[in-house]
C-alpha cells in the first residue's frame, strides 16, 4: 500500500468525517476535538490554524506538540491491522486517531478513550 497518499491528504478534509462519524451515533464534535487533543498535544488555536491552512496529515503529526504517552495503551484492529503492530510510525498514529473516533462511534465512554 502506497501509503505516500494517505500523508499527503489536508487534515482539514478529513475532519469533517471524523465529526460526521461521531454524530451519527449521538457524539459531538466537542468530543472528536477532545480526542485529537488528547493524542496530539494540540490547543483549540493551534488546532484551527492547522485546520484553517489545511495541513496534510504527515505535517499535523510532524508538528504535534506531543503525542501522548498512553498510545501504547490503544490497541485492536482498524481497517484489518492491529494498531499495536503497525510499524510505519505516521501510519501508526493516523490508525491510532482512527481508533480512538472508531471507538468513541460505538459508544465508549470518553475515559475509556482517553486510557484513563
Given at each position: 500500500?502506497?501509503?505516500?497518499?494517505?500523508?499527503?491528504?489536508?487534515?482539514?478534509?478529513?475532519?469533517?468525517?471524523?465529526?460526521?462519524?461521531?454524530?451519527?451515533?449521538?457524539?459531538?464534535?466537542?468530543?472528536?476535538?477532545?480526542?485529537?487533543?488528547?493524542?496530539?498535544?494540540?490547543?483549540?488555536?493551534?488546532?484551527?490554524?492547522?485546520?484553517?491552512?489545511?495541513?496534510?496529515?504527515?505535517?499535523?503529526?510532524?508538528?504535534?506538540?506531543?503525542?501522548?504517552?498512553?498510545?501504547?495503551?490503544?490497541?485492536g484492529v482498524i481497517c484489518g491491522y492491529r494498531v499495536?503492530?503497525?510499524e510505519d510510525e505516521l501510519m501508526q498514529k493516523i490508525?491510532?486517531?482512527?481508533?480512538?473516533?472508531?471507538?468513541?462511534?460505538?459508544?465508549?465512554?470518553?475515559?475509556?478513550?482517553?486510557?484513563?
Amino acid at each position: 500500500m502506497n501509503n505516500n497518499r494517505v500523508y499527503k491528504m489536508s487534515f482539514a478534509g478529513v475532519y469533517p468525517h471524523y465529526i460526521q462519524k461521531a454524530e451519527k451515533k449521538g457524539r459531538t464534535k466537542e468530543e472528536v476535538d477532545e480526542i485529537i487533543f488528547w493524542l496530539t498535544g494540540y490547543d483549540r488555536q493551534t488546532f484551527q490554524l492547522h485546520l484553517d491552512n489545511k495541513t496534510d496529515f504527515e505535517t499535523f503529526f510532524a508538528q504535534a506538540p506531543q503525542i501522548n504517552p498512553n498510545v501504547s495503551k490503544i490497541t485492536g484492529v482498524i481497517c484489518g491491522y492491529r494498531v499495536e503492530e503497525i510499524e510505519d510510525e505516521l501510519m501508526q498514529k493516523i490508525r491510532y486517531l482512527d481508533k480512538l473516533i472508531d471507538e468513541l462511534a460505538k459508544g465508549k465512554a470518553m475515559d475509556k478513550i482517553l486510557r484513563k
